[in-house]
């Protein structure tokens, strides 16, 4: 049996190529990594600069 961390729903808000821009994500924790890391799958391989990247939980 495996313990694994539970999956909250986050907001995030990051700006891509300078543009502010908010996301959902589903995340087991609020780091600014896992957003990121979540954030470069949404928008696949392209050559997008994403930046100030703030996590807070979704209402």
Not at 33 to 45: I, R, S, T
């Amino acid at each position: 049996m495996s313990t694994s961390a539970p999956v909250v729903k986050y907001a995030i808000s990051y700006k891509l190529n300078g543009e502010r821009r908010f996301e959902f994500a589903l995340l087991p924790s609020p780091s600014a990594e896992e957003a990121l890391a979540a954030l470069q799958k949404m928008h696949g391989d392209s050559n997008d600069v994403i930046s100030d990247v703030k996590v807070s939980k979704a209402l």
